[in-house]
Nanobody, 120 residues
Framework: QDHLAESGGGLVQAGGSLRLSCSAS????????MGWFRQSPGKEREFVAG????????RYVDSVKDRFTISKDNANKMLYLQMNSLKPEDTAVYYC?????????????WGQGTQVTVSS
């Protein structure tokens, strides 16, 4: 299992922005699909966004489309999630992970995540 480390979370007012970062230890990061998930208290972890290994395609859950942007820096083995127009319902712990070929299912164990709290 590869080591994944998320950072960049924090407390922000509704309408604000945050950029999450994920560093990965995998040697083959350039050829790995990656994604972001989130988990709110009392809810199951849900898929948020995914990006193909070469960044040629992305996928988002409907609730974040046009607000969040996922990107991948293969040279530095970093994954990002730019979150704009944040809403209180975006409050959750955010996790990164490797994704399957359909950009849907996680493949690695989970890191500690980073907390995002959006106040109204």
């Amino acid at each position: 299992q590869d080591h994944l480390a998320e950072s960049g979370g924090g407390l922000v007012q509704a309408g604000g922005s945050l950029r999450l970062s994920c560093s990965a230890s995998t040697r083959t990061f350039s050829y790995v699909n990656m994604g972001w998930f989130r988990q709110s208290p009392g809810k199951e972890r849900e898929f948020v966004a995914g990006i193909r290994w070469n960044a040629e395609s992305t996928r988002y859950v409907d609730s974040v489309k046009d607000r969040f942007t996922i990107s991948k820096d293969n040279a530095n083995k970093m994954l990002y999630l730019q979150m704009n127009s944040l809403k209180p319902e975006d409050t959750a712990v955010y996790y990164c992970n490797k994704l399957d070929a359909r950009l849907e299912l996680p493949l690695n164990s989970w890191g500690q995540g980073t907390q995002v709290t959006v106040s109204s």
